[in-house]
């Protein structure tokens, strides 16, 4: 009899034995899965972060995009950028509010409007350097124009392209380097 008692309490050991194995495995199971979950939802949170941060480069590099070229033309001996344009830029008023609101907007992930927000974004750009070159001859008078473009020319290229794309490797250094300054020094 003592043999069958036995047997028995073997039995009911092995069985609630088992059930804290199948319990155990369950847990094991669920933990890993939550850590596969966790594992996947900060890859997508890494992923949608590096979208706005390259969607910011973009509309960092066609802001400077209009800005080199405006510059490069500006710097012309006579200036190559056509006056009625010159005209337009310098109307824009709020050009930073702007491009802060459209920069919002786009790294946010609306893609709506895409390439009109990259030619607005180039306007912006020639708008700004279009303002701080009128805001220079206000201040010095227009004779100081000449000395500008000389030096603008010497430093960066006698040919146009060659200045917009020096221009354009400048500011994206700043860009790289998250610069708290972003153009170009006129004086």
């Known amino acids: 009899m003592q043999s069958g008692v036995t047997a028995v309490r073997a039995v009911y050991f092995a069985g609630e034995l088992g059930t804290v ?3 155990g495995a369950v847990l094991v199971a669920g933990a890993a899965a939550a850590a596969a979950l966790g594992w996947v939802a900060f890859g997508l949170y890494s992923c949608g972060q590096a979208l706005r941060e390259g ?3 973009e509309v960092r590099r066609h802001f400077g995009n209009g800005y080199a070229r405006l510059l490069a033309q500006m710097t012309e001996q006579p200036p190559a ?9 310098l109307a824009i008023t709020g050009w930073k509010s702007e491009f802060a609101r459209l920069a919002q907007h786009y790294t946010s992930g609306a893609d709506a409007g895409y390439f009109r927000m990259i030619d607005r974004l180039k306007t912006l750009g020639a708008a700004a350097i279009t303002q701080d070159i ?3 001859i206000k201040k010095r008078g227009p004779s100081v124009w000449s000395q500008v473009s000389e030096r603008q020319r010497s430093k960066y290229g006698r040919d146009v392209e ?3 794309r020096s221009y354009i490797q400048l ?3 700043q860009m790289d380097t998250k610069s708290a300054t972003l153009g170009i020094q006129l004086l």
């Open 21 to 23: 194995s199948t319990t």
């Open 55 to 57: 969607r910011m480069v």
């Open 81 to 89: 950028a056509d006056k009625s344009e010159i005209v337009q830029l």
């Open 134 to 136: 009128d805001t220079l």
């Open 162 to 164: 060659q200045r917009r």
């Open 171 to 173: 500011l994206d250094q």
